[in-house]
């Protein structure tokens, strides 16, 4: 929890928020007539698109852009391609999304499209990306690295959001039953499962080693886990996968058990939506629903300037416009009154050693912050431990002169990796 409201002024204390003994159920939100869906994958003009505005789909068709991709979406409704156009994330990457039209009509139980699902985690990997929670079936499917420990999040990473929490406590037997298809179709040699220390969560599974993580805030970070549990120190620059772990949330666990119980698509995703005044509401809506309707429905009201940001107050980023679709892997979405938005400067670093004091993993974050002022991005890997980062935010949490550390550091791994690659 933070103690005091994160909306406005003076310093709380950062603990994760516990879910309430008895949660309500999640508050399903109507399928909108327009869902927009995003496909990781940019337009490209010297390649001939299979995907045509008009195109009919089904509910559960596989949508790609080209015969070669390999990047795909999955349509949520059966219905009818409205748009196609280029979508930017906030780092400038470009991507594509596609309207689709909900067609009521259209949609039976014949139009429904069903997979071949086999014990193979590269056939669940061609069906089964885009399910809610964001199953990680590319990364465990990947010749490139061998996972050899995965680890099911039972937590929430980000103070705020009680999603995940909520989804364990309330489809433990769903997550069973996922371990078990996990097993049957993926090489994995160790399983584990994290859950708060405070929880009274029954998580007795065969084989399975359960983490209680403090209630502090960053402990339930991949990069926490991985040194206060699995005893590993994630090494500068590299992933979790690099190192043989990947981490699924639980949401991902029950997708997929329902997937191979149903052979089709799941698309309700439950995500924890907060308001000016604090007050939160779990929901459940379809993967694609524009926020706004979301927001409508609770009568949420959005002037302008307000901040509209995607993940908790910690490691979220803010979107531009309350027409950002609901994502697999979204679970929690804030909105910050403009009046109380803390204000951040380019004023010089003071040297007060609060951030250096707080980080998790030792850099020199006052240091670092110079070079990537600067615009010397090489240098602050090599100098200045970039890579170490864990991208907790509590550099800037802390930052007395208001310079937006986290920002900095997230587009200096950014460049950084834009220059690898060119060279």
Do not use: W
Not at 71 to 83: A, F, K
Not at 94 to 116: C, F, H, M, W
Not at 136 to 141: D, E, N, S, V, W
């Amino acid at each position: 929890m933070i103690k005091r409201s994160f909306f406005s002024l003076t310093q709380p204390r950062l603990k994760y928020d516990l879910l309430e003994a008895d949660p309500k159920a999640p508050e399903s939100i109507p399928i909108p007539p327009n869902l927009i869906l995003l496909l990781n994958e940019a337009l490209d003009n010297t390649k001939s698109i299979i995907l045509k505005k008009g195109d009919k789909v089904k509910k559960g068709e596989k949508l790609s852009l080209y015969k070669d991709s390999t990047e795909y979406t999955i349509s949520p409704v059966s219905g009818v391609i409205n748009v196609i156009d280029t979508y930017s994330d906030d780092f400038g990457n470009k991507a594509t999304y596609l309207v689709v039209r909900n067609d009521p009509q259209q949609a039976s139980g014949e139009d429904i499209v069903k997979y071949e699902l086999t014990d193979d985690i590269e056939v669940a990997d061609q069906y089964l990306r885009t399910l809610p929670g964001a199953p990680p079936l590319k990364i465990l499917a990947s010749k490139e690295n061998t996972i050899q420990t995965l680890v099911i999040m039972c937590t929430d990473q980000d103070i705020l959001s009680t999603t995940a929490q909520y989804v364990a406590q309330s489809t433990m037997e769903e997550i069973k039953e996922g371990v078990r298809v996990l097993k049957r179709i993926a090489n994995i040699m160790k399983m584990c499962l994290v859950v708060s220390q405070d929880t009274n969560m029954q998580t007795e599974f065969d084989g399975i080693q359960t983490f209680r993580v403090s209630k502090n805030y960053p402990s339930a970070l991949p990069a926490m886990i991985m040194k206060d549990h699995l005893n590993m120190i994630l090494p500068a620059g590299q992933s979790p996968e690099d190192v043989g772990v990947a981490f699924i949330t639980a949401e991902a666990i029950v997708s997929i058990a329902k997937a191979y119980r149903t052979k089709t698509a799941t698309y309700e995703k439950v995500l924890t939506v907060i308001g000016k005044d604090g007050q939160r509401h779990m929901i459940k809506a379809t993967i694609g629903t524009p926020l706004r309707r979301i927001f409508n429905a609770f009568s949420l009201h959005i002037n302008e300037k307000d901040r509209l940001i995607i993940g908790g107050p910690m490691k979220g980023f803010a979107t531009y416009t309350h027409h950002h679709p609901v994502l697999p892997d979204m679970d929690t979405v804030i909105i910050q009154d403009r009046d109380l938005i803390p204000a951040l400067s380019d004023n010089a670093c003071i040297n007060c050693g609060k951030c250096i004091k707080i980080c998790p993993a030792n850099i020199p974050v006052n240091l670092l912050v110079r070079l990537l002022e600067a615009d010397q991005y090489e240098e602050a890997f090599d100098k200045f431990d970039l890579g170490s980062c864990i991208e907790c935010g509590l550099c800037a949490y802390v930052c007395l002169a208001r310079i937006p550390l986290y920002q900095y550091i997230r587009l200096g791994k950014h460049e950084f990796l834009k220059l690898k690659a060119d060279a």
